[in-house]
């Protein structure tokens, strides 16, 4: 079995920590570098409910996309909600390893993921990595439909293809329109509507859209917007990792088990169509 150090040099050179954004948080949160390693959970969050299924997978490592901490903490207090799920991990001796924005603009990234769940040929960044000379980093992706198709039935095949979730899609726009291109981000995308916009797309697929930011969107130009789930946009990238880390333990003889986790972590579970007084 491979030492935690070495499985955790693969996943830094998957998603170097360098490439992450300034006002992130990511690496190992927990673990001991010379324990040895032969199961391994991804996960979007690092919640309790995950730390639970690694315990019953026999997992010594997760690797969850949001870090824990994102802001810094004084306390690991086990009274705590982030406190009790550390005591949990080094109790068991199982380590947590977070990619964040270094898995966003990864090549293959968050954003690749999400395009290949819905079967979209990638054609590109939408916001390159000015430091990758072959121009394949970067936030989010620009893509290609096979065949063009409504901005109606597309949103349908976003709800049938990424994980259910209470929000479900919501389309903003012309169900009518016609759309051939699409960019896409996985998770909170309304901060790249200018490069959006500027990449002449008929629709923009992501998370966690705003009110003001998508109105002005949607009345600045024909684009459509459908807007999904944040954690149901990131979770494809769960098993794009995951078959990553599988290939480096097959070239290593590690034979590690790599298990992806099905648990629903979005924080909301209810969903009630709302409507107008009689």
Same mark, same amino acid.
């Given at each position: ?21 300034? +006002? ?17 959970? /991804? ?13 019953? /997978?026999? %997992? #010594? ?15 690991? %207090?086990?009274?705590? /909600? ?110 790249? /509507? ?40 990131? +979770?494809?990238?769960?098993? #794009?990792?995951?078959? #990553? ?34």
């Amino acid at each position: 079995m491979p030492r935690l150090s070495e499985v955790l040099a693969a996943l830094d050179a998957l998603w170097p920590p360098e490439r992450a954004e300034g +006002w992130d948080a990511v690496g190992t949160v927990c673990g001991d570098p010379d324990a040895e390693v032969d199961r391994v959970l /991804f996960a979007v969050d690092p919640v309790h409910e995950i730390v639970d299924e690694a315990l019953e /997978f026999g %997992a #010594q490592l997760i690797v969850t996309h949001h870090p824990l901490y994102l802001r810094g903490t004084t306390t690991v %207090a086990a009274d705590t /909600f982030k406190g009790r799920v550390v005591h949990t991990l080094i109790k068991h001796d199982i380590a947590l390893h977070v990619a964040h924005t270094n898995a966003d603009t990864a090549d293959p990234g968050v954003s690749d993921a999400l395009a290949g769940a819905l079967d979209l040929r990638v054609t590109g960044p939408l916001v390159p990595d000015p430091t990758d000379p072959r121009g394949r980093r970067g936030l989010g992706r620009i893509c290609e439909l096979d065949h063009p198709e409504t901005l109606a039935d597309f949103a349908a095949r976003a709800a049938a293809r990424l994980p259910a979730t209470a929000q479900g899609i919501r389309l903003a726009g012309d169900p009518e329109a016609c759309v051939r291109t699409v960019a896409v981000s996985g998770g909170s995308g309304d901060s790249l /509507f200018d490069a959006v916009r500027a990449s002449g797309v008929d629709a923009f697929l992501t998370a966690d859209l705003r009110h003001h930011p998508a109105s002005e969107a949607v009345r600045h130009s024909p684009l459509g917007l459908v807007d999904a789930a944040h954690w149901a946009t990131e +979770w494809p990238w769960c098993e #794009q990792a995951a078959a #990553q880390l599988d290939v480096i333990s097959d070239r290593h003889g590690w034979d590690l088990r790599v298990h992806v986790s099905k648990q629903v972590t979005d924080p909301w579970t209810t969903h009630h169509s709302s409507g107008a007084p009689n």
